[in-house]
């Protein structure tokens, strides 16, 4: 027997259907925000995601999904949704154009993690991109979004905040921070020693409970901002703050993507275990530039399908369209035919088998049906059906006409 690969899922019924429902409700509440729907290949040039998700991040070292194709071209599974947006709008020239854009997508992502509980190499994201605007308030206004759709959901959340500065006050704080871990290099991990020449703002992440000890004492960038980014900080935490968004400010958050600046943001969930992240996001102004684009600030943010299904409470089922059935063998085209032409407008559950009326009756409660229809000996004769609603329990005889 084959089975999945090992951190990769099938999702059949009940779960499909928790699935379909985040995806409903996320995509409704992003239309309503201005974004329109955006597909992108699975499949990249591993060049795209070494230059956005960064060259010493995580995710390009050690996760990827990599391999030459035939035509021996180096591309990969995409890892996370954003690097693929941002080169569709450069290649569709939409940097050149002065409007804004918005775009939301789900789909598969592609991560060579070791597998757990909440932790996949084939998962889910709801993400959603906007471009071309630099203000705020368009960060308050995301983080505005994904909250409305955890309490569409029926999620509770914690919401984590932190600025990554820009290029004005991340660099003399970058090395600040080079200067404290240097000295303090013998007491924290492998991985933090590495990152200090690779990535050292990385360090302030590791979830070592050593090196986080070690780093209470480390400079802060929230600290050290510049103007600008300070009063941006302060004008997202006012609005949070009006808008009675609980969110706690957490020095330490840098992402695992290297493409950050100024906000970032992570939605945890202390109901799921270890890995609680369930959403994350924040600014990207360079990204577009960087990817040989123009100029073009941008913000944006991706749900974890997988790991927001273990909390969604999913909306009562409700009744809904037909099941048919015979009860007479020879009325079993009759049904069918029925119900092909019904199919134009309703859900139909079909019985090919000619059975009695209480094995019938047992199917309609399995199909969830607001009506039961059937047609026996009479009815064939008479061009009638039997008709019953389930919720108001009204039974008729309906010519087959007038249905
Ligand atoms: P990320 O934080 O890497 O951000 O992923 C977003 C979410 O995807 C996480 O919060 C988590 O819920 C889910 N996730 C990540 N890895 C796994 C995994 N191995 N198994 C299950 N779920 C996982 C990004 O990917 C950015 N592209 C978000 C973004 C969009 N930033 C700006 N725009």
Known sequence: MINPLRGMKDLTFEEAARFNHIIKTASTIAQRYGYGYIETPILEETALFKRSVGDSSDIVTKEMYQFEDKGGNDVCMRPEGTAGVVRAFISAKLDRQPVKQKFYYYGPMFRYERPQKGRLREFHQFGCESFGEGSVYEDFTVITMISQIFEALGIGYDLK??????????????????????????????????????????????????????????????????????????????????????????????????????????????????????????????????LDGKPTPAVGFAIGIERIMELVKMPELQREGYYMGAMVPEAIEKVIALANTKRKRDKVTVEYTSKGFKSHMKGVDKSNARYALLIGEDELKNGTVWLKDMESKEEKTVLVDDL
């Open 161 to 290: 905040i932190n600025s990554l500065g820009c290029p004005e006050c991340m660099p003399p704080y970058r090395n600040n921070l080079v200067g404290f871990l240097t000295d303090i290099k013998s007491d924290l991990c492998e991985d933090c020693n590495r990152r200090i020449d690779t990535n050292p703002i990385r360090v302030l992440d590791c979830k070592n409970e050593k090196c986080q000890s070690m780093l209470a004492t480390s400079p802060k960038l929230i600290n050290n901002l510049c103007d600008a980014c300070n009063t941006d900080f302060k004008k997202l935490t006012a609005m949070l703050d009006n808008a009675g968004i609980a969110y706690e400010v957490d020095t330490n958050l840098v992402r695992g993507l290297d493409y950050y600046n100024k906000t970032a943001f992570e939605f945890v969930s202390s109901e799921i275990g270890a890995q609680s992240a369930i959403a994350g996001g924040g600014r990207y102004d360079r990204l577009v530039e960087y």
